[in-house]
């Protein structure tokens, strides 16, 4: 049970980790990794990318205001964030060097 449960998310993973900088062409899917820099937003914090496309962060993100990170995650179905492209459901984040 546990591995039917593991190898769904090892893909998951691996599919965040060799997929930088969110969906290509504006194709929103899931387990994408985004990069860029978060800042506070309406009702949610936000991550503008490297690219400039903003996206609001469920369940994470409060803890780095200011900085340049790396967010794992699936993007939501429907959110109360109100702000930006659309809403990113945090999977993981972890800040990047420089600032």
């Known amino acids: 049970m546990i591995a039917a ?9 691996t599919a965040c980790n ?3 900088d969110g969906p290509p062409d504006g194709a929103l899917g899931d387990g994408r990794a985004f990069e ?8 949610c914090p936000i991550l503008t990318t490297t690219d400039g496309r903003v996206y609001s ?10 900085e340049r ?10 959110s109360f964030c ?3 492209e ?12 420089g600032r």
């Open 5 to 13: 449960i593991a190898a769904p998310l090892a893909l998951l993973a």
């Open 82 to 84: 109100m702000q930006g």
């Open 18 to 20: 060799t997929v930088p």
């Open 36 to 43: 860029g820099r978060v800042s506070a937003g309406a009702e």
């Open 69 to 78: 990170v790396r967010v794992c995650g699936t993007m939501a179905e429907m």
């Open 57 to 66: 962060l469920a369940g994470g993100g409060e803890a780095h205001m200011g």
């Open 86 to 97: 659309g809403t990113i459901s945090v999977e993981s984040i972890e800040a990047l060097p």
